[in-house]
Every structure is written in C-alpha cells, then in structure tokens.
C-alpha cells in the first residue's frame, strides 16, 4: 500500500493467499492503529499519491474530533448580515451543522448534505448552486455551478482543500472542483481555509491557488508539531488555532 498508494481487498487476498475474511481483520487492525485508511473496495497508504481521494464517508470519520473544533471556531468568525459561502467536504458540513441556529445569514452551498443540514433553520437564507453531483462524494459541480458562481458576490468563503504546502500551495486530488474552488476564491472579500493539521506538508494532484490568496487559516493545535506554522506566518496569513490552550488555562472556542 505506501508503494502504491492503494490496495483492492482482491488484490490482498491473492498476494497473501489468505480469506476475504482475514483481509478484511487485518485491515480494521492497521487501520485501529492509524496506518492505513480503510476505503471503499480496499485501502491506501496513508503516505498517499497525489491523486487518491477518500470517498465522503471515510473523508468525515477522518480527524472527525479536529474538524468538529475547527468547525466550532469558523462559527465564532460569521456576523449577522453576512453572505458567506461554504466549500463542499466533511469540515465545511462539520460547520454547517453548526450552523443550526444562526439567524440574519445568507449561506451559499454547492454540498448537497450541507444544504439538506442547513435547510432545516428558516433563519437562513439558503442558496444551493445546481449542478451535477460528484460521484462517490456530495459536490455539485460543472459549468452551471460555474456560471451561477460568477454572478455572486460574497463577504467570506470557507475554502476545503486536500492537501497544503508551502511551495506548491492549496491543491486537490482532482480536477472536477478546481474551477469550482478558484470561483469561490474569486467572489470573496476574504478567504478562510478550513484544514486540519493532517492536510498540511501534503501535496495533491491540481493546484487550486497560492497561499497568498488567504486571509487566514483555521486548524487544529497539532500543526505545532509540524514545520509549516512559523512560514505561514511569515507569509502574512493568519493562522487560528481550534482547541488550543491560551496563558490562563484558557481555551480558543471549540
């Protein structure tokens, strides 16, 4: 799996020369200890290639704890009165379920579950941006989503992304929504990030922007074990911590 990124249980059970049963153990075991991620058909690697994307029920269970912190933060940044726009994946629903009880909003979604999910508060006005449904995930995209992007004006977007790096910038591991993300960018007064630390010192297969397009990023207190916090910083973007213990003992919101 690290050599190939991906491995099918088929694929296992014949260079193993073991059951489908004992494929299927083994792999819960690995994945308990957190090295692989189990998938549909199979599992990856988690040192991935840059074209893998989990389907959206692995893409949820995944740093389910971080996303809901980092969720919880991004409400405390929307006002009553604002237009925002929420990006498609499981972080951006995580902040639309937060999204419940806000009143006085305009939100605009290409997600259909966060659509269904914001539906349910009358408080908000919905916007759904039609298209065709991504397979295996909940995005609609295509040159409709496009075009109705283009005749909209936004206070912020919260942006998802699958991978960041210094170098290489915000990427995806593909190319269906790439359009998609750089509209978004495109119509926002200010641009926020939504990305838990696992996403960072990744690098995925299309380039969505620098990161020079950001006004800030919201992550989980993890990213202080890797290399990259001091060099966003340095590049200008504001990083917000979800969870991460203040002087006092204190806590950023959750």
């Known amino acids: 799996m690290n050599q190939k990124g991906f491995a099918s249980i088929a694929e296992l059970t014949e260079l193993l020369d073991v059951s489908k049963p004992t494929v299927l153990r083994d792999l819960l075991k690995l994945e308990e ?4 991620i189990r998938t549909y058909g199979g599992a990856a690697s988690l040192h991935k290639g840059t074209n893998f994307e989990p389907r959206h029920s692995e893409k949820e269970r995944q740093a389910a704890e971080n996303k ?10 929307i006002h009553p009165g604002e237009t925002i726009l929420l990006d498609s994946g499981s972080t951006a629903l995580m902040l639309a379920k937060q999204l419940v009880k806000a009143k006085n909003i305009t939100v605009i979604t290409n997600d259909i579950k966060s659509a269904m999910c914001l539906c349910e508060n009358e408080a908000i006005d919905l916007v759904v941006l039609g298209g065709q449904r991504r397979r295996g995930v909940y995005s609609l995209v295509g040159p409709f989503t496009e075009m109705l992007l283009q005749n909209l004006n936004v206070d912020k977007v919260f942006l998802g992304a699958d991978a960041v790096d210094i170098q290489k910038g915000i990427t995806n591991s593909n190319i269906d929504e790439l359009n998609i993300k750089k509209g978004m960018i495109a119509i926002a007064k200010e641009v926020i990030l939504l990305a838990d630390s696992s996403k ?7 380039h969505i922007a620098n990161l020079d397009v950001l006004d800030a990023i919201i992550t989980d207190r993890h990213i202080e ?10 590049k200008g973007i504001y990083v917000h911590i979800a969870g991460k213990v203040q002087k006092g003992g204190k806590e950023e919101p959750k």
């Open 33 to 36: 200890q957190q090295l692989i």
């Open 68 to 77: 809901e912190m980092i969720a919880q933060l991004a409400l405390t940044f």
């Open 200 to 206: 960072f010192e990744q690098v995925a297969f299309s």
């Open 225 to 234: 074990q890797k290399g990259v916090l001091k060099a966003l910083q340095e």
